[in-house]
Structure formats: C-alpha cells, structure tokens
C-alpha cells in the first residue's frame, strides 16, 4: 500500500523535489562539477564513496527539509546507504520531511527511431520489493527523444507505461521520465507527439492507478496544462535537462502546475572545497530558487 502520509505531501505540499540519482555512468562527471577530478579516485568504491559523501553533505544541510524540498529522487546505493548511522530512506523522511523515490531504470539503449529505450529490467521486482521494504515512496525510470518520430515516441512511451504498471502492482508510486532533450531540432514537434501518446495511455490506465510525470520543460508555456489536470496524475515535475538553474528556473517559471524535480541545476554552485558555511548558504539560495520557480508562476 501506498503511505497516504507521502501521498499527500507529494500530491499537494508546495515544493519541488531533488534528484540525487546520478549513477555509475554519469557520476564521474557529477564529481568532477563538485571539484573532484578522476585523477582523485581510484575504482568505482571510491567513486561512489565521494558521491555518497557529496550526498549526505547536501541531505543533512539545514535548508533540505520538507518545507521546500517535497521529494528525492536516490541512486540504489545511496537507498542502501545511511546517513549517520541511520539508512537514508528512513532519514529523509522522519528526519527531514522529505519523501523517497528510487531510480530504477538500468540505463539506455543505443538511439533507434530518433529515441532510446530503456534497457531491459529483469531484475526490477526484486528491487521494487527491497525498496518498498526500505520505505521507499516511488520510481523514477528515464527514456530519452532525440527526433519527433511518431513511432519512436509511441514506443518509448508505451515501454515507460508497462513498466510504471509493474510498479504500481508493488504499491509504488512510479515517475514516468520521457525527457526530451533540449538540444533537439525537432523539441516543439516532439512535445506535441509526446503530450498526445502520454494522454492515450493515461486513458487507458484503471480506475484508481496514478503515476507522476517528468518533463522536459516545454518550449510553449503550459503546453502540458492537460496532463497536469489528468485524474491519474499525481503531480507532473520538471527535469532541468541541461539547463544552467537560472534559465531552468525562469522557463519552469512560466509553466502552471510542474514543479521542478532538478538534479543539475541543483547542483551547479556546490564545490567540495567550500565551507560547510559557505556549503550551506549556497544550497540554501539554489533551494529558494527553485521552490520559488516551482510555487511561484509568471
């Protein structure tokens, strides 16, 4: 069953929710903006040792409580770790008020049809089960559009709804992550084509199924407004895809109804050399940017 506490926060509080769900792939160069270059580290243990430190550095900041950061999104072994002593999920949301989401999709497969698919999940029910055992609230699976192909988005979107009903079949909330990415020619084409396969299957959905939606942030402001009202949305939130966090910011600023759910443009003004002070003030400026972008609309 789905924690109606969570739910509720998630549905209606004001906020936005972090994405803290940078993986093997992407890691070294999330370090390397933190100020960690690969020639610190040796090995993927160390890696992620860093990456967990950054972390926990940003979880337990003074400003990353559930008055403004609503939900976050984790890597599973930030989910599998703990933040002084405590596992991170129970942290975030006893401690801070923050609800937990899983990153659960294993990565992409090579662009066919002007989009990638998401590999294969064989494994996904085991990990749905230990994350949901965890206290973990939902998912977050991603699948990129590179080019307005009809087919490609309808596969992409079509693979991202099976598997969201798998999760919700493990009494999780999924995201479903379609992003499409900023620098496409084709954004505005592929955004129409998308919004249209996102409303089929959401028709399709069964009375009382629900997932939540993140977007790439429209070129035509509230372009997604349908979707937002969608009875089997959750809530629609907003990916910063690349966006420095002024201009994601300014665009998210425009758009009714999306919050943000950044990981990036989070992230950009934290350096490992930085005081906790000065850590902390920093975060504390990006957070209110955000929130404000995400509650306060043009």
Not at 32 to 55: K, N, T, V
Not at 168 to 197: H, N, W
């Amino acid at each position: 069953m789905v924690d109606a506490k969570m739910l509720n926060k998630i549905t209606s509080a004001p906020g936005f929710i972090a994405a803290l769900d940078q993986s093997g792939g992407s890691t070294p160069k999330a370090l390397s903006l933190y100020g960690i270059s690969e020639s610190e580290y040796q090995g993927d243990e160390e890696m992620f040792r860093l990456m967990h430190a950054m972390r926990v550095r940003i979880m337990s900041a003074p400003a990353f409580t559930g008055d403004k950061v609503i939900g976050a999104i984790l890597f599973e072994r930030t989910m599998d770790g703990d933040v002084g002593g405590q596992p991170v999920p129970s942290y975030l949301w006893e401690k801070r008020g923050v609800v937990p989401f899983l990153k659960v999709d294993k990565g992409l497969e090579a662009e066919q049809n002007g989009v990638q698919m998401m590999k294969a999940m064989p494994d996904l029910d085991a990990l749905l089960i230990r994350g949901r055992e965890k206290g973990m609230f939902g998912t977050k699976m991603r699948s990129v559009i590179a080019q307005a192909d009809k087919a490609g988005i309808a596969a992409v979107v079509k693979q991202q709804f099976e598997v969201a009903r798998q999760i919700i079949g493990q009494g999780l909330v999924p995201i479903v992550e379609p992003e499409v990415s900023i620098k496409s020619p084709t954004k505005v084409e592929a955004e129409a084509i998308l919004r249209d396969e996102i409303a089929a299957q959401l028709d399709k959905l069964p009375a009382g199924e629900a997932v939540m939606l993140k977007l790439t942030i429209p070129t035509v402001a509230d372009f997604y407004a349908p979707l937002v009202a969608h009875k089997s949305v959750v809530r629609v939130v907003a990916l910063s895809g690349g966006y420095t966090t002024a201009d994601a910011c300014e665009k998210l600023s425009h758009n009714h109804g999306m919050i943000a759910s950044f990981s990036r443009a989070l992230t950009e003004k934290l350096r490992v050399s930085m005081s906790d002070a000065e850590f902390d003030a920093s975060l504390t400026e990006t957070i209110d940017q955000i929130y404000n972008a995400s509650v306060n609309k043009a």
